[in-house]
Every structure is written in C-alpha cells, then in structure tokens.
C-alpha cells in the first residue's frame, strides 16, 4: 500500500490537481457555460477530491458517496472552505436517491474509478440516465479489469502483492491461492475477489453502452493513465494505435476516458 493510499489528504489533492489538469477540460469542452450555472453531480465521490476544481470554476456540486468514513473525510476537508456553499454531500446509495431529492438531472454526470467496483453494471447504466439533464453528459474514467493493476491489488497492505501487475488475471482459485501465499487476511482476500467480480473490460462497458442507447462523443484510451503524472511523474500517452485490437489493449490500456450522452 502506498503513502496515497493511507493519508487521506493526500489522496484528496492529488485527485484535485488531475482532475484540474485532465478531466475538467475533457468534459468542459463539450458543455455551453454561458450564461448558466452548471450543475455536476459525482457518483462515488470519496473525499471529494474530483469536485474541487468544478467548484473553482463556479459550477453548483452535488457527491453521492456510500461510504461513511469518505463522506465523513469530505466533511472535514470541506470544512473551511470558501466554496462550500456550492457543495452538497450525500451519504448514500445511488439507487435511494432521485433527480427530485436533488434538485433535478445534471449538465455534468461523472464516474471516476467508480465503475469498477459497482455490481450489475447494466442495471446501473439504465438507472444513471434519469440524472442526466437532455443536453447534459456522462463522463466515465476507469481501468480496464486486465490492465496491470486492474484488481487494486495496489491498495493492499502486503508489499509484494501491492507490486506485482497482472496476478488478478488468474483464474479466481489460483489467485486467492496466490492471495493466501503471499499472507493476505481473510478479509483482503474477499474485497480482492469482489473485485473480480465487478472488475470491467472495455468491450463489456461498450456492450452497455450500445445497449442502453448512449452515444459516444468521444473516448481515449491511456497506456500511461494522466493520473500517473501527479503520483508518479510520468507524461501521460495515449495508447498506440498498434495495440487498439480487442481484448489485447485492455491489457495495455491503463485507463479509459468516455464521455457520453443520452
């Protein structure tokens, strides 16, 4: 597990500054600002980090987090902040809210590192498109299940597995084998494999996509994900056109930039 990973903070800023630099661009550039406030909401939106720079460019916020302890730590980094005013937290589960409790759809929906770790995808894709104002988008940012570390395994506490990439591809019996080795709780164990059930691929989320009649406006896919040059100094690339073969770049793509509308 890294320093990131434990001060929470730190986290916090760092999701800011990305998503000042990377992710606010990408979707504004798609949105009419003039004249209007416009309304963001964050599904999954821990500490609050990624709606920090939508707050400095005056839109109004709303964070839906299901996590207690981030909704209490986005509590407290909001605290004594100047924009707060602009910001309503819920700590709740996305399918017990409505457009009516706040406030109506959304001009900006967005999904950062969110849509690996939410079981029945489908059923979530339908649900998302009544928050989703008609000139509105969906933005979704997440790391294909078989990139290097598309299990998380970087989270965990036990040196050698949060640095070891691709053991999460193994079949389920291997890797909780290899989990077990390698001195992993019970309890590690079990959120590692509930990811490898929710874990997606970029063919299946664009199967959703089809399905449930959302348009692509645009997509990019990242051999080195823009988040990786905050944590780790890297310049973000975008994948090469010789890896974009189905199933093969989702080893190779570190993360996924969609955005979509209805």
Not at 11 to 23: A, G
Not at 36 to 54: D, H, M, S, T
Not at 130 to 148: E, K
Request: charged share 25%.
């Amino acid at each position: 597990m890294q320093e990131r990973h434990r001060n929470r903070q730190q986290y916090f800023n760092e999701q800011s500054e990305s998503t000042r630099k990377y992710v606010l661009p990408y979707i504004l550039q798609d949105i009419d600002t003039n004249n209007k406030k416009i309304r963001v909401l964050e599904i999954g939106c821990g500490e609050g980090g990624n709606l920090l720079p939508f707050l400095e460019t005056g839109c109004e916020c709303y964070g839906i987090e299901l996590s207690e302890a981030s909704y209490n730590n986005a509590l407290k980094f909001y605290e004594e902040n100047s924009l707060r005013s602009n910001l309503q937290l819920l700590n709740k589960n996305i399918y017990d809210v409505t457009p009516d409790d706040i406030g109506g759809a959304f001009d900006i929906v967005f999904l950062r590192d969110v849509i690996e770790h939410i079981p029945a995808q489908e059923q979530f894709m339908k649900h998302l498109k009544q928050f989703i104002a008609p000139t509105g988008v969906v933005f979704f940012a997440f790391p294909p299940w078989r990139m290097p570390f598309g299990g998380h395994q970087q989270v965990s506490p036990k040196k050698w597995i949060s640095r070891m990439p691709y053991i999460h591809a193994f079949p389920k019996p291997v890797y909780k084998i290899i989990l077990k080795i390698l001195g992993s709780s019970d309890r590690e164990i079990e959120g590692l494999l509930n990811l490898a059930e929710t874990g997606i691929s970029i063919k299946r989320f664009e199967k959703i996509v089809r399905r449930e009649n959302y348009v692509v406006i645009r997509k990019t896919h990242w051999l080195i994900n823009p988040n990786y040059q905050i944590k780790f100094g890297l310049k973000p690339r975008r994948l090469p056109k010789v890896f974009r073969i189905p199933y093969i770049q989702d080893f190779y793509t570190t993360a996924v930039y969609y955005l979509l509308k209805i």
